[in-house]
Protein backbone atom coordinates (compact mmCIF):
# COMPACT_ATOMS: atom_id res chain seq x y z
CA UNK A 1 0.00 0.00 0.00
CA UNK A 2 1.19 3.56 -1.19
CA UNK A 3 0.51 6.33 1.12
CA UNK A 4 0.45 10.37 0.16
CA UNK A 5 0.56 12.80 2.67
CA UNK A 6 -0.08 16.40 2.24
CA UNK A 7 -1.65 19.09 4.08
CA UNK A 8 0.81 20.01 6.04
CA UNK A 9 2.53 24.12 6.45
CA UNK A 10 3.10 26.72 9.21
CA UNK A 11 0.65 28.34 11.19
CA UNK A 12 -0.09 30.33 14.09
CA UNK A 13 -1.38 28.97 17.79
CA UNK A 14 -5.00 28.71 17.64
CA UNK A 15 -4.73 28.03 13.58
CA UNK A 16 -6.34 25.04 11.54
CA UNK A 17 -4.81 23.12 9.35
CA UNK A 18 -6.19 19.49 7.07
CA UNK A 19 -3.68 16.76 6.63
CA UNK A 20 -5.10 13.96 3.82
CA UNK A 21 -3.51 10.92 3.15
CA UNK A 22 -4.13 9.20 0.26
CA UNK A 23 -3.67 5.33 -0.09
CA UNK A 24 -3.25 3.20 -3.08
CA UNK A 25 -6.05 1.14 -2.46
CA UNK A 26 -9.32 1.10 -0.85
CA UNK A 27 -9.42 2.03 2.88
CA UNK A 28 -12.32 0.35 3.09
CA UNK A 29 -10.34 -2.91 2.54
CA UNK A 30 -7.66 -2.52 5.49
CA UNK A 31 -8.18 -2.56 9.11
CA UNK A 32 -6.88 0.84 9.89
CA UNK A 33 -5.46 4.33 9.00
CA UNK A 34 -4.14 6.75 11.60
CA UNK A 35 -2.00 9.63 12.05
CA UNK A 36 1.42 9.54 13.73
CA UNK A 37 3.42 12.31 14.46
CA UNK A 38 7.18 12.59 15.41
CA UNK A 39 9.51 15.07 16.54
CA UNK A 40 13.33 15.01 17.52
CA UNK A 41 13.01 14.56 20.58
CA UNK A 42 10.12 12.18 21.21
CA UNK A 43 9.53 8.64 19.57
CA UNK A 44 6.72 8.33 17.03
CA UNK A 45 2.97 8.12 18.66
CA UNK A 46 -0.41 7.85 17.62
CA UNK A 47 -2.47 10.85 16.84
CA UNK A 48 -5.85 9.62 16.05
CA UNK A 49 -6.78 6.60 14.19
CA UNK A 50 -9.91 5.28 12.42
CA UNK A 51 -11.22 2.03 11.62
CA UNK A 52 -12.57 0.18 8.05
CA UNK A 53 -15.88 0.54 10.62
CA UNK A 54 -15.37 4.27 11.70
CA UNK A 55 -14.42 3.56 14.86
CA UNK A 56 -12.03 6.57 16.19
CA UNK A 57 -9.66 6.68 18.79
CA UNK A 58 -7.18 9.71 19.81
CA UNK A 59 -4.14 10.80 21.92
CA UNK A 60 -5.40 12.62 25.05
CA UNK A 61 -3.38 15.53 23.91
CA UNK A 62 -5.48 16.72 20.87
CA UNK A 63 -9.11 15.29 21.96
CA UNK A 64 -11.47 17.80 21.43
CA UNK A 65 -9.35 19.46 18.87
CA UNK A 66 -8.06 17.07 16.23
CA UNK A 67 -11.21 15.09 14.21
CA UNK A 68 -10.33 12.01 11.56
CA UNK A 69 -12.33 10.93 9.07
CA UNK A 70 -12.26 9.01 6.54
CA UNK A 71 -13.87 9.11 2.47
CA UNK A 72 -13.56 5.67 1.33
CA UNK A 73 -14.74 6.94 -2.61
CA UNK A 74 -11.70 9.22 -2.77
CA UNK A 75 -9.63 6.84 -0.70
CA UNK A 76 -8.40 9.20 1.60
CA UNK A 77 -8.41 10.05 5.37
CA UNK A 78 -8.09 13.45 7.11
CA UNK A 79 -7.12 14.74 9.83
CA UNK A 80 -8.48 18.35 10.73
CA UNK A 81 -6.33 19.85 13.15
CA UNK A 82 -7.71 22.95 15.13
CA UNK A 83 -6.83 25.08 18.12
CA UNK A 84 -3.09 24.04 16.96
CA UNK A 85 -0.47 24.67 19.97
CA UNK A 86 3.19 24.74 19.63
CA UNK A 87 3.75 21.20 21.14
CA UNK A 88 1.36 20.10 18.16
CA UNK A 89 4.82 21.12 15.83
CA UNK A 90 6.22 17.72 14.67
CA UNK A 91 6.54 15.33 11.64
CA UNK A 92 2.90 13.93 10.81
CA UNK A 93 2.95 10.39 9.48
CA UNK A 94 0.04 8.81 7.66
CA UNK A 95 -0.11 4.95 8.73
CA UNK A 96 -2.25 1.93 7.39
CA UNK A 97 -2.04 -1.58 8.66
CA UNK A 98 -3.17 -3.90 6.02
CA UNK A 99 -3.63 -7.87 6.76
CA UNK A 100 -1.14 -7.10 10.08
CA UNK A 101 1.41 -5.53 8.29
CA UNK A 102 2.77 -1.67 8.60
CA UNK A 103 2.43 1.29 5.72
CA UNK A 104 3.88 4.55 6.04
CA UNK A 105 3.73 7.91 3.91
CA UNK A 106 6.81 10.14 3.71
CA UNK A 107 5.64 12.67 6.61
CA UNK A 108 4.44 16.08 6.54
CA UNK A 109 6.15 18.50 8.80
CA UNK A 110 3.19 20.80 10.84
CA UNK A 111 4.36 23.85 12.29
CA UNK A 112 2.54 26.01 15.07
CA UNK A 113 4.53 29.42 15.87
CA UNK A 114 3.56 31.09 19.54
Known amino acids: VQLQASGGGLVQAGGSLNLTCKASKSIAEVNRVGWYRQTPESERELVAD???????RYAESVKGRFTISSNNDRNTVDLQMTNLKPEDTAIYYC?????????WGQGTQVTVSS
Open 50 to 56: ITSVFST
Open 95 to 103: NVIDAFVNY
